[in-house]
């Protein structure tokens, strides 16, 4: 026999256990939701690539400077050596190719080293692993004056950022 | 009202059905709005604003140019802050070192680097904040 009133009770208590779990899921993942990091890294890294860029070159041209032995690419794209440097949280190459595209005419890095493997593997879409960090590359046919020559060269750039930003 | 009354025949038993209903109904919508209530304050809460402007701020110094005044619309963090009692606009921001850091509660705050080596200004004017940056004058003396 059915006892009506304890089946309500039942209900009541089973409801109450219901709304409880519902409750703390919805809680347990907004709290999650909205601790999560705003990820600002490819924006970072693309900014980094820009200004890379409109140093290095000018109107087509790359910046006679470019080629001397002195030229302190932190200096002249207004970046903060220590910054890139030591945060561990950024890298930049820079590399000009020739016409042909298999010899380097001058290559500049800086930042973190292993992001270099890192963003190879990130852009040959081997891995998508969340503390990879996010990197751009760029690739444009530039114009550059040697002894007086004008030759076609190919300007890559290959930037990353994995700045997270922190609490405190 | 009589005339009424017959048509709606008095039913105990339906009634307290519906009560019982009604205080059901009433009781689930107090849980929801009170999850509503929950998710809202955690949506606007301090630590989603400070991240916010942090990385907002980072941001939009290292693509600004030399020269730049950047005038950026503080009213939301302003009330946040207010909510948690702070009251000073100079503790909310503060940008040295190459990193900006907002403060919208009594806890931590939060900061994010930026690259670009300016100088950068700022200060509130009512609920903006205005960000100057300049190059680097040090280092332009240096390299003459």
């Known amino acids: ?168 | 009202m009589a005339k009424l009354k017959k048509f709606l025949p008095k039913n105990k038993r339906a009634d307290k059905i519906m009560e019982s209903t009604i205080i059901f109904i009433v009781l689930n919508l107090i849980f929801a709005l009170l999850l509503l209530f929950f998710v809202y304050k955690t949506s606007t809460g301090a630590v989603v604003y400070e991240q916010f402007y942090a990385k907002q701020i980072a941001l939009m110094i290292d693509n600004a140019k030399p020269n730049t005044q950047i005038s950026l619309d503080f009213k939301k963090g302003i009330e946040v802050a207010e909510e948690n009692k702070i009251t000073s606009k100079e503790g909310m921001v503060r940008i040295m070192d190459n990193k900006v850091f907002v403060k919208l509660s009594g806890k931590d705050g939060y900061s994010m680097d930026y690259f670009s080596n300016y100088n950068v200004s700022y200060f509130f004017m009512d609920e903006n904040l205005i960000i100057l940056i300049k190059n680097n004058e040090e280092e332009i003396q240096n390299d003459k």
């Not at chain 1, 990130?122 to 550059?144: D, H, M, S, T, W």
């Open chain 1, 1 to 168: 026999m059915i006892n009506k009133k304890a089946m309500e009770k039942l209900f009541s208590v089973w409801w109450f256990f219901i709304l409880g779990v519902f409750g703390l899921s919805i809680a347990v993942g907004t709290i999650i939701f909205y601790s999560a990091d705003a990820d600002a890294r490819e924006l970072e890294a693309n900014i980094l690539a820009d200004t890379l860029f409109n140093c290095a070159v000018s109107q087509g041209y790359l910046n006679e400077e470019f080629f001397n032995e002195d030229f302190d690419i932190f200096k002249k794209c207004g970046l903060k050596q220590e910054k890139i440097i030591d945060s561990g949280n950024f890298y930049f190459n820079i590399t000009i190719l020739d016409e042909t595209n298999h010899n380097v005419l001058k290559e500049m890095h800086n930042g973190t080293a292993s992001f270099d493997a890192d963003c190879r593997i990130v852009l040959a879409g081997q891995v998508k692993g969340k503390n990879y960090p996010k990197c751009i590359e760029r690739k444009e046919e530039i114009i550059f004056s040697k002894n007086g020559e004008r030759k076609n060269a190919l300007l890559y750039i290959l930037t990353a950022s994995n700045q997270k930003g922190k609490k405190g």
